[in-house]
């Protein structure tokens, strides 16, 4: 049992089970999934900008007609577009970190 352990802890500690190996993207793809990367996340971030607007507008309408649910549906547009924004942009720049990671 002692030899069996000794050879497993020098193994690992020599080479480890993985070799060393550093994954790359092609470089014909690096632009193309960039450009896709930067026009979805800001595709995204403006779309929760217009959410947020609309959001904005119908809390004005509820209030000024007295609609109750239409302001309180206005609020809650504002709340899951700023959700949504600090979402895409915490997520689009977590991917642009991965994948340039891998330069």
């Known amino acids: ?3 069996l352990l000794h050879h497993a802890v020098t193994y690992l500690a020599a080479d480890g089970p993985v070799p060393d190996f550093k ?3 092609p470089d ?3 632009d193309p999934t960039s450009k896709i990367l930067g026009w979805a996340a800001g595709l995204g971030l403006a ?3 217009l959410g947020g607007l609309t959001g904005w507008g119908c809390v004005a309408v509820g209030h000024n007609s ?4 239409l302001a309180a549906r206005g609020k809650q547009a504002i709340l899951w577009s ?5 979402g895409i942009s915490v997520t689009s720049g977590l991917v642009m970190m ?4 891998g330069k």
Request: proline share 4%; net charge positive.
């Open 98 to 101: 991965f994948y340039n990671m």
């Open 23 to 25: 994954p790359t993207v």
């Open 28 to 30: 014909k793809l690096k």
């Open 1 to 3: 049992m002692s030899q």
């Open 47 to 49: 779309l929760a900008v």
């Open 82 to 86: 700023l959700i949504a924004g600090l």
């Open 66 to 69: 007295e609609r109750a649910g």
